[in-house]
């Protein structure tokens, strides 16, 4: 089974607080992701990253930044934390370049900024 | 530019009712469908996808989509929903690299 796993289920920081957020995906998938998941907003595509060390911006990168330094470990970084950023944040991992592969998903981490 | 569109926020049945969730999406390229379901508390899951052939596809659960090319949708159906179909159902089409998603469905089954 493929497996993508997050680091916290939940955490709660303070504004102006530097946060990581870690995903760990065991099937040697070359791409990786970041969502924010928010009430009627579906997912929201922060980062992406297609290779080591490769990095590209998705719909709302802003407030964020992102580290891939091995092919099986995405980070998301929140630099500054702000109460905009309480929502749940979900990392995915895929097979290849685009085409027909599905996405697979850790089980979230809900962050409340205070 | 590419976009999924899911018609119903909510949606509200009763146990044994027939359900069809709307899809539409707008990509240039050729077309991968998919659906997912996230169950409260539960990570999002692949509930079933089309890539080429038939444009009926079934999934797990008793979940099935039609694929329409002519009327760009991807509607998700099933004849008699459960309690347990309680979740949030999300609509994606592959794009270059990631998939792009519409807003979700939140479905709730009444016992």
């Known amino acids: 089974d493929v497996k993508v796993t997050q680091s916290s289920r939940y955490l709660v920081k303070r504004t102006g607080e530097k946060v990581f957020l870690e995903c760990v995906q065991d099937?040697?998938?070359?791409?990786m992701f970041w969502y924010r998941q928010d009430p009627g907003l579906g997912l929201r595509l922060i980062y992406f990253?297609?290779?080591?060390?490769?990095?590209e911006k998705g719909d709302i990168p802003e407030g964020y930044s992102v580290s891939r330094e091995k092919k099986e470990r995405f980070s998301l970084i929140l630099e500054s934390a702000s109460t905009n950023q309480t929502s749940m944040y979900l990392c995915a991992s895929r097979p290849f370049r685009g085409g027909g592969t599905e996405a697979f998903f850790g089980q979230g981490t809900r962050l409340t900024v205070v | 530019a590419q976009s999924v569109s899911q018609h119903n926020h909510h949606v509200i049945l009763s146990e044994a009712a027939s359900l069809e969730l709307g899809c539409n999406y707008s990509y240039g390229g050729t077309v991968n469908l998919f659906w997912y379901v996230q169950y409260p508390g539960q990570h999002l899951q692949l509930l079933l996808k089309y890539f080429s052939g038939d444009p009926l596809v079934k999934g797990i659960k008793g979940f099935e989509a039609e694929f329409i090319k002519s009327k760009f949708s991807f509607n998700l159906r099933k004849p008699s929903v459960q309690w347990s179909d309680t979740a949030e159902y999300f609509c994606?089409?592959?794009?270059?690299?990631?998939?792009?998603w519409g807003a979700g469905t939140k479905l709730i089954i009444k016992p």
């Open positions: 099937m040697d998938h070359e791409n």
């Open positions: 990253s297609y290779d080591v060390k490769m990095k």
């Open positions: 994606a089409v592959n794009g270059n690299y990631q998939l792009i």
